[in-house]
């Protein structure tokens, strides 16, 4: 009998063993907030996270939504809400992605935050005269690149992410900017993150909501 037991929870522990890995070769979905810091203006920010959906929520610093992208990595779109003014807007993807030359370094560094274990990856260029550091945490983030992609945003933390290879299912917890003298230019740091199921309506314009028609 006490065999059979011993056996039966070395099979248990087996599959909540396999089970958990499966878990983690999923896509990540669920919610990570963070805060971006440029000189002194601080912004906190929700990211969203369900298959190729990502809602982002601008944080005002009363803790009210000023905010809300919605960003369709599928079909490439990108909607603006206006929550107080019941409004929504197609965000054109005019932007040509910017050129910029940067040797990429993956230290082997690594550190505790946010609950995972990060690698430190530096990418230089001094011709830009920035040094961004990243400390990134693999959990099949699949969503970031696509996103950085979708939203072409021209900002240095994003623009120079995109430069490393080999970057798929990770996402930084921390990223700093800085000038190669040293200077900090803006810091973006995760203070939370929860994997868990999102309803899908999160990533739906809201019922009541007008489009917003550029004259």
């Given amino acids: 009998m006490h065999m059979h037991a011993t056996i039966r929870s070395l099979a248990l522990a087996g599959t909540t063993l396999a089970a958990t890995i499966a878990l983690q070769a999923q896509s990540f979905e669920g919610v990570i907030e963070f805060t971006k810091t440029t000189g002194p203006v601080v912004t906190n920010y929700k990211y969203f996270i369900k298959g190729d959906h990502v809602r982002i929520e601008e944080i005002s610093a009363r803790g009210d939504v000023q905010g809300i992208m919605l960003v369709d990595n599928h079909d490439k779109t ?3 809400l206006s929550p107080d003014r019941k409004l929504y807007m197609d965000v054109p993807n005019m932007r040509l992605p910017k050129e910029v030359k940067a040797e990429v370094k993956k230290t082997g560094e690594m550190k ?24 990134v945490a693999q959990d099949a983030f699949d969503f970031f690149v ?8 021209k900002d240095e933390q994003a623009v120079f992410f995109q430069k490393i290879d080999g970057a798929k299912g990770v996402f930084p917890m921390l990223g700093t900017e800085q000038k190669m003298d040293g200077s900090e230019v803006s810091r973006l740091e995760v203070t939370k993150v929860a994997r868990g199921a999102q309803k899908a309506d999160l990533f739906q314009v809201p019922a009541g909501f007008t489009r917003f028609e550029r004259n």
């Avoid at 505790?112 to 400390?135: F, H, N």
């Avoid at 696509?146 to 945003?153: G, V």
């Fill in 78 to 80: 990108v909607t603006a």
């Fill in 112 to 135: 505790d935050m946010a609950g995972y274990k990060c690698e430190k990856w530096v990418v230089k260029s001094p011709a830009e005269d920035r040094i961004l550091t990243y400390w």
């Fill in 146 to 153: 696509p996103m950085l992609e979708t939203l072409n945003r």
